[in-house]
């Protein structure tokens, strides 16, 4: 009995053997073949979505427009599966710089050229359907134009505007079906009012837009800042440039004035004398004193002051 159950485990033995070989060359031919189909030029097709980025653009749209494009294309097995791995949903972007043109239509083949770029000859592009993507009849016009902010506001007594107003973004593209005038470089917002203000701004706000052009905007509202802080005064010391109509050797007595004016705590040691630049002035020649004036000074300096306000002069060799 032992006899016979040693030589049915060997015969199983030899036999599992020969399976497991006989899988392993088919494993091995798979191997083989699946490797020369991969370096071998292959053909196939793939979808590309059309996105045409944002919605408001669809509101010129002529109901015409594809959401896909699809490709034939050909290449080594390999460089497919690498294309496929890297491009999972291969999409298209149309946004206003791929409407602002003249043309009644797009190259397909322009579009998508950008996605096989970086494949350079490896893979090729047989056929494009459809070949071109009409762009809506009547297409409007674009400007983009700068966006400048409006507002009221009242602060407490104890601070300040401590820089320009800003809106985020700085810009807005704007289109109409009638041509945008060359005039048109800026739009406000609407008025932003807040009162007894003490610390900075920031919020939302809607866009004024002219009515004569019926024009849509690529956004309703947009971000507007007002840096706002505690003001202190400051007084320095500045020398005084004469300005005189007849130039001449000018000597200003005194050369040097007092300039007093509000700033921010945050700017209180960036104001420095050589922000200023104040002059004494003559006008005329029978001018008895010359007048003292701010010619520059820094844009977050407020209620600027000079004493005295006028100098006398002499002229000499």
Request: with cysteine; hydrophobic share 40%; net charge positive.
């Amino acid at each position: 009995m032992e006899q016979t159950n040693s030589i049915f485990s060997f015969t199983r033995l030899q036999a599992n053997k020969k399976l497991v070989s006989f899988l392993l060359c088919v494993l091995l031919a798979a191997l083989i073949w699946f490797i020369n189909a991969l370096n071998k030029i292959q053909t196939t097709t793939v979808e590309v979505k059309i996105d045409y980025n944002q919605s408001w653009l669809k509101s010129w749209s002529s109901g015409v427009q594809p959401s896909k494009v699809t490709l034939e294309i050909s290449g080594r097995g390999f460089d497919l599966a690498n294309f496929f791995i890297k491009n999972s949903h291969p999409e298209i972007i149309i946004n206003e710089e791929g409407l602002f043109n003249d043309k009644s239509e797009l190259s397909t083949l322009e579009l998508i050229t950008p996605i096989f770029s970086k494949f350079g000859k490896e893979i090729s592009i047989i056929r494009t359907s459809p070949s071109t993507i009409p762009l809506p009849s009547g297409k409007p016009f674009f400007k983009k134009v700068a966006i400048k902010p409006s507002f009221e506001i009242s602060l407490n007594s104890a601070y300040m505007i401590s820089g320009p107003a800003v809106c985020v973004p700085d810009s807005i593209l704007l289109s109409s079906r009638e041509r945008l005038p060359d005039t048109l470089k800026s739009i406000n917002t609407l008025p932003f009012k807040k009162g007894n203000v003490s610390t900075k701004v920031f919020g939302s706000i809607g866009i004024s837009l002219p009515p004569q052009f019926n024009i849509i905007s690529e956004l309703k509202s947009v971000w507007i800042y007002i840096p706002v802080e505690r003001a202190t005064e400051k007084e320095i010391s500045v020398s005084l440039l004469p300005d005189f109509i007849n130039g001449g050797n000018v000597e200003l007595i005194p050369s040097i004035v007092k300039l007093t004016c509000r700033v921010p705590l945050s700017r209180y040691d960036q104001t420095t004398n050589d922000q200023f630049m104040v002059t004494a002035s003559i006008t005329s020649s029978n001018q008895k004193k010359a007048v003292v004036s701010v010619k520059n000074a820094p844009f977050w300096a407020e209620h600027v002051s000079i004493k005295p306000a006028t100098v006398d002069y002499f002229y000499h060799n």
